[in-house]
């Protein structure tokens, strides 16, 4: 089975601050992504990456940054972190070419 | 980007009951479609593929109309533990992300 594991299951973090989020798969996937998930608005896209170091910038990139030094591990950084990105930041990662995604549990950050 | 729209709902049936949902999406280049299945404040999970000549598991049968560009989920005799949101996914050919529909909550009610 495929595991996708993320660093914190909640997270609360004060305007300003800088916010690491972590992500490793165990499964040898080449792509990695963010996701944020808000009431109403669904799975929002903010970062992908297909290799190591390669990153792209998915639908709402603004005020995230992200890292992939290793195959199995895509983090988010949030530089300066503002109340509108209080949210539920799930990470996914897929084979090179399927589009199946496999989902972390997801991290639920409030930004106060 | 493309979208992929569903009925939001809730749909609220009791047990027992046969339900389905229909999803639409706009991509007409797109060729790979899922069900994934989202409990209360937990990830989604990969519930089913869905192909050209429909694909059945279980009590969920999953059909893709591809002139209509829609699919849909039929759940049969629904039991409790089906409650959750269903989320619609379509890719287009040679991509490797997916578009999310914002999901169709389910309430199965005793």
């Known amino acids: 089975d495929v595991k996708v594991t993320q660093s914190s299951r909640y997270l609360v973090k004060r305007t300003g601050e800088k916010v690491f989020l972590e992500c490793v798969q165990d499964?040898?996937?080449?792509?990695m992504f963010w996701y944020r998930q808000d009431p109403g608005l669904g799975l929002r896209l903010i970062y992908f990456?297909?290799?190591?170091?390669?990153?792209e910038k998915g639908d709402i990139p603004e005020g995230y940054s992200v890292s992939r030094e290793k195959k199995e591990r895509f983090s988010l950084i949030l530089e300066s972190a503002s109340t509108n990105q209080t949210s539920m930041y799930l990470c996914a990662s897929s084979l090179l070419d399927r589009a199946e995604q496999y989902f972390g549990p997801g991290t639920r950050l409030t930004v106060t | 980007r493309k979208e992929v729209e569903q009925d939001p709902g809730p749909f609220n049936v009791p047990e027992g009951a046969t339900v389905a949902f229909n999803c639409t999406y706009s991509?007409?280049?797109?060729?790979?479609f899922f069900w994934y299945r989202q409990d209360c404040r937990k990830e989604p999970k990969l519930l089913m593929s869905?192909?050209?000549s429909g694909n059945e598991d279980g009590r969920f049968t999953a059909q893709l109309n591809r002139a209509s560009q829609y699919i849909s989920l039929l759940i049969r005799d629904s039991k409790l533990s089906d409650s959750a949101t269903y989320l619609c996914?379509?890719?287009?050919?040679?991509?490797?992300?997916?578009?999310f529909g914002r999901g169709t909550s389910l309430i199965v009610h005793p």
């Open positions: 991509n007409s280049a797109s060729q790979s």
């Open positions: 990456s297909y290799d190591v170091k390669m990153k």
């Open positions: 499964m040898d996937h080449e792509n």
């Open positions: 869905v192909y050209s």
């Open positions: 996914v379509a890719a287009s050919g040679g991509s490797y992300i997916p578009t």
